[in-house]
Every structure is written in C-alpha cells, then in structure tokens.
C-alpha cells in the first residue's frame, strides 16, 4: 500500500490518494493509544471510525498470506496493510523501544 505519511509531533498520519482514506495515529495521554480511521468522498469527510486503547494492549503481526503488518488492538480492532517501515515510524511514534532506535544499531 502506498501511503503518503506525515509526522507534525502530535499526529502521525498515512494518507492513500488513491483510495480516499487517511489513518492518523495519536498519543492522547502517556498510556493511551489511539488510531482514527477516516473515509473521504470527492474530496471531503465522509466519516471516521476512532479506536483507543492502553499502549500495552497493542501488537504488531506479520501476515504471511499478503505479505504485510498489521497492528492489532486490545479492543479486537485491526489496522492492516502496512511494510515493515510503517510499522517502525508508528512504533517509534508510540514510544515502543525498536531496532531503529537502540544505540547499538545505529
């Protein structure tokens, strides 16, 4: 999937043009997670579909039937269609300890 993805520090955003979606990724508090999942129609909001959850009820998977990530919720709610890079950018977002950033593999 080919995302355009943005960062201003308080959101983290995966924009598809080509299918009229937008997933933001925010950190409302130190504990708590929450993804939005909004529809555009002709260039406007359709509507939006938010999930929020504890940081520690959150995981990230590998489906070997599509060749793609996806981060699963404790709510039962599941974010798919992601590479192995957008699931870095969205862990190191969320303040997960990562490959990318531990000193030794800099």
Known sequence: M???VTNDGEKLSF????????????RPSTNTVSVSYGFNFRGKPLSMVVV???????????DELSNSYFIQFGTGTTVSNFNWF???LIADFLG???HSNVLEAK
């Open 2 to 4: 080919d995302y355009v």
């Open 15 to 26: 924009r598809s043009n080509a299918r009229n979606f937008t997933i933001f990724f925010t």
């Open 52 to 62: 929020e959850s504890t940081i520690k009820q959150i995981s990230f998977h590998y």
């Open 86 to 88: 957008h699931c870095q």
């Open 96 to 98: 997960f300890t990562t």
